[in-house]
């Protein structure tokens, strides 16, 4: 059942616009990062390192947070405008599958994007003269950005299906990353769902160690518990389906 699932959100994403924002929404942060390493590599004396924290400092609050909002407002508008609660519900379908589905697949958008923010990195690195070696740490920061950003997309998921609108939601994750980089300057950053893509990415600190228990254990509880409350709010529409 989940496999058929996946396939008919597949179905959805043919010829979608929202593929456009995942492309260009991660050239802004790298554009920004650059040109600010650029401008005080005087100061910014540690190569690689240096530019990858102006990269993330951009990306990780403000336009990570934004493509992944984008997106899962984005899975729950056909629903949403095209009325088709009715057919929805009462497939022959788990309500776990259905919601699944859309978190396998914001799942595999958050890794991509992460892919697609390495690779940016790269391309500004070498375009801004850096010679040195590639950070050995750069496919860890990728990769635990990517569970945060998994995190993030159960939010969102939730919200999304609860607010009709498109627009809420995603000024909802704009508004979860700002509230993430204040939770992270506090020392909450491993209890604020917000903040784990900027603590899994090493934002602005790629020297930090990363504690892997908490992140993955706040990752967790917070995935499943978002996850949770949509399959239950689903189960309970079911009555008032419109």
Same mark, same amino acid.
């Given at each position: 059942?989940?496999?058929?699932?996946?396939?008919?959100?597949?179905?959805?994403?043919?010829?979608?616009?929202?593929?456009?924002?995942?492309?260009?929404?991660?050239?802004?942060?790298?554009?920004?990062? !650059?040109?600010?390493?650029?401008?005080?590599?005087?100061?910014?004396?540690?190569?690689?390192?240096?530019?990858?924290?102006?990269? !993330?400092?951009?990306?990780?609050?403000?336009?990570?947070?934004?493509?992944?909002?984008?997106?899962?407002?984005?899975?729950?508008?056909?629903?949403? !405008?095209?009325?088709?609660?009715?057919?929805?519900?009462?497939?022959?379908?788990?309500?776990?599958?259905?919601?699944?589905?859309?978190?396998?697949?914001?799942?595999?958008?958050?890794?991509?994007?992460?892919?697609?923010?390495?690779?940016?990195?790269?391309?500004?690195?070498?375009?801004?003269?850096?010679?040195?070696?590639?950070?050995?740490?750069?496919?860890?920061?990728?990769?635990?950005?990517?569970?945060?950003?998994?995190?993030?997309?159960?939010?969102?998921?939730?919200?999304?299906?609860?607010?009709?609108?498109?627009?809420?939601?995603?000024?909802?994750?704009?508004?979860?990353?700002?509230?993430?980089?204040?939770? !992270?300057?506090?020392?909450?950053?491993?209890?604020?769902?917000?903040?784990?893509?900027?603590?899994?990415?090493?934002?602005?600190?790629?020297?930090?160690?990363?504690?892997?228990?908490?992140?993955?254990?706040?990752?967790?509880?917070?995935?499943?518990?978002?996850?949770?409350?949509?399959?239950?709010?689903?189960?309970?529409?079911?009555?008032?389906?419109?």
């Amino acid at each position: 059942m989940l496999l058929r699932c996946l396939k008919a959100e597949l179905v959805k994403f043919h010829r979608s616009p929202v593929w456009l924002a995942f492309v260009l929404l991660p050239v802004f942060p790298a554009i920004l990062g !650059t040109v600010n390493y650029l401008g005080n590599i005087e100061v910014l004396e540690n190569a690689w390192y240096s530019l990858w924290s102006q990269h !993330t400092l951009f990306s990780s609050m403000f336009f990570l947070p934004a493509l992944l909002s984008v997106f899962c407002a984005w899975q729950w508008r056909l629903e949403h !405008t095209d009325h088709n609660w009715n057919s929805f519900l009462t497939a022959p379908v788990p309500m776990i599958d259905l919601c699944l589905a859309k978190l396998i697949w914001a799942a595999l958008v958050s890794l991509l994007a992460q892919v697609w923010i390495g690779v940016l990195f790269v391309l500004s690195g070498k375009l801004a003269g850096i010679s040195v070696p590639l950070p050995p740490e750069l496919p860890e920061w990728l990769l635990c950005g990517a569970v945060g950003g998994v995190t993030v997309c159960a939010v969102q998921l939730y919200f999304s299906l609860r607010i009709r609108a498109f627009a809420p939601p995603v000024a909802f994750g704009l508004v979860g990353g700002i509230a993430g980089l204040m939770a !992270t300057a506090q020392g909450f950053g491993y209890a604020f769902p917000y903040s784990l893509p900027c603590i899994g990415m090493r934002a602005n600190n790629p020297e930090m160690e990363l504690d892997f228990v908490p992140f993955l254990l706040s990752a967790c509880v917070y995935t499943a518990v978002f996850i949770f409350l949509a399959v239950r709010y689903l189960r309970r529409h079911d009555v008032a389906a419109d």
